[in-house]
């Protein structure tokens, strides 16, 4: 089974510029998460997704952050203009869909992440 | 609110020696619990997971974790290291809206 894709691995851009980051989950998953994970912090979750629907974006950065997710299953997450502090790793994850999934015994898997430097 | 907490930032072990990294959890509910690995350039891999059940939960690897709801725990515990558990593990707790919140996590590093 094929896992979650993302692209690019790597990207350095200067401040104020912008960028973007592609991720396709797991066949079948109905959920799609983005998460931050800055050096030496632990991932924080920005943006969820439930089909193509925005569950929760509490954190998400919304005056330079953005994200889609067309037709339910592929999504981009924008970064513009990108700052200093934008430097972290970009995970996304997917998950089965699921009342209160965890409870039904599903997990969440991520992808190998989208390294990004700003300079 | 949901939290999780890492107390140790930084560990080392001999190869072969015995290792237990500690998780803390503040949840309101029967939580769900993980560990994930994260090796060097790598993203998350699942190492084990608490639903429901037997308190003592084998995972992937040879690591083990044992779920003590009196002290909000969750400690993942391997009895010999080997120099490839070199990495960073996160411990999770999975809230109601089922997305996760990770602890700042713990660098394991492991000497020959």
């Known amino acids: 089974e094929a896992g979650v894709a993302q692209s690019p691995r790597y990207k350095i851009i200067e401040k104020r510029q912008s960028v973007a980051f592609w991720c396709n989950p797991i066949?079948?998953?109905?959920?799609l998460y983005w998460y931050q994970q800055i050096l030496g912090q632990g991932p924080k979750l920005l943006i969820q997704f439930q089909n193509n629907g925005v569950v929760d974006d509490s954190q998400l950065p919304k005056d330079r952050f953005s994200a889609e997710r067309l037709k339910g299953v592929d999504s981009t997450l924008k970064i513009q203009p990108a700052k200093l502090e934008d430097s972290a790793v970009y995970l996304c994850?997917?998950?089965?869909?699921?009342?209160?999934?965890f409870g039904s015994g599903n997990t969440i898997y991520f992808g190998e992440g989208s390294w990004l430097t700003v300079v | 609110a949901q939290s999780v907490t890492q107390p140790d930032i930084h560990i080392t072990v001999s190869e072969g020696a015995s290792l237990e990294l500690r998780c803390n959890y503040s949840?309101?509910?029967?939580?769900?619990l993980f560990w994930y690995v994260q090796s060097p350039g790598q993203g998350l891999q699942l190492l084990l997971k608490y639903f429901s059940g037997d308190t003592l939960v084998q995972g992937i690897k040879g690591f083990e974790a044992e779920f003590k709801r009196s002290q909000s725990s969750f400690n993942l515990r391997k009895p010999s290291v080997h120099w490839s558990d070199a990495a960073e593990y996160f411990c999770a707790v999975g809230a109601h809206t089922d997305k996760l919140i990770f602890g700042t996590g713990t660098r394991l590093q492991v000497f020959p």
């Open positions: 994850a997917s998950s089965l869909d699921g009342v209160s999934m």
């Open positions: 066949s079948g998953h109905a959920t």
């Open positions: 949840y309101g509910a029967t939580p769900y």
